[in-house]
């Protein structure tokens, strides 16, 4: 049974790693599996809302339902997201977005040689900080920390800074959080401190909590 009612209400996702080009064949990007972010889309859905999921590369099928947008680069991500935010109500940012890319893009394959290489990383957008920069008052954004120490310091850090109303903080030293498995061991904190703690759970019960609760945000304006 659904955990809230989200009808009417349109809700960005953002999921997956983001894949950051050094030549036509080769990249950097991360362990991130999509799980949690396409959870939270299913949650969103089973909710009554229209859902936007905005994924980098992952293995898993398009929830029924759901109009989802394939991103390859944190640019292009970007792009996605600033399309669809003017309708937003929610945005949750569930990827893990590479913070550096190759300065340079080679356009013909890198050839190796006798030498060692060095290759210059270059900082991506901030997708997250930049929807909290364009933030309308009746907007909710959410975002997620994975951290292995100091949890809600660093991620209350990170809440203010990107202006974020809720993040969800998963210490990803902990078996069972985290990256590519189906569990995960969330805390969720706002401004003023701890609002939701959440024993290990499949990412599935996980993103319909943190839905009901997002859901009690957005009623309670
Ligand atoms: O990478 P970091 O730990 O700062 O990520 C915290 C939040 O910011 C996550 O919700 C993530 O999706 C988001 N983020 C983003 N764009 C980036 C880096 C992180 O939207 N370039």
New binding site residues.
């Given amino acids: 049974e659904p955990v809230t009612d989200l009808s009417g209400k349109c809700v960005i996702v ?1 999921a997956g790693p983001t894949r950051e080009p050094m030549d036509p064949v080769r990249f950097l990007t991360n362990r991130s599996s999509g799980k949690m972010g396409y959870a939270l889309a299913e949650a969103a859905r089973d909710a009554g809302a229209e859902v936007v999921l905005i994924s980098g590369p992952v293995s898993l099928e398009t929830p029924y339902g759901v109009r989802r947008v394939d991103v390859g680069t ?1 640019d292009e ?2 792009d996605a997201v600033l399309r669809d935010l003017p309708r937003a109500d929610v945005v949750i ?7 550096y890319r190759p300065a340079q893009v080679a356009d013909y394959k890198i050839k190796k040689s006798g030498e060692e290489m060095v290759v210059r990383l270059e ?9 909290g920069r364009r933030k309308q008052s009746h907007q909710l954004l ?6 292995t120490d100091h949890v809600e310091t660093y991620a209350q850090d ?1 809440l203010k800074r ?1 202006n ?1 109303d809720l ?1 969800v903080a998963n210490d990803v030293t902990q078996p069972g959080a985290g990256f590519e498995g189906d569990t995960n061991i969330v805390t969720v904190y706002d401004r003023d401190g701890e609002v939701l703690r959440l024993p290990k759970l499949s990412k599935r019960e996980v993103a319909r909590r943190l839905i009901g609760l997002i859901g009690e945000r957005l009623h309670a304006r």
Avoid at 123 to 131: F, K, N, Q
Avoid at 142 to 147: D, Q, R
């Fill in positions: 953002t944190a991500m970007l940012k569930a990827a893990a977005v590479a913070d900082r991506t957008p901030d997708i997250a900080e930049e929807v959410v975002g997620f920390a994975a951290e990170k990107k974020m993040i």
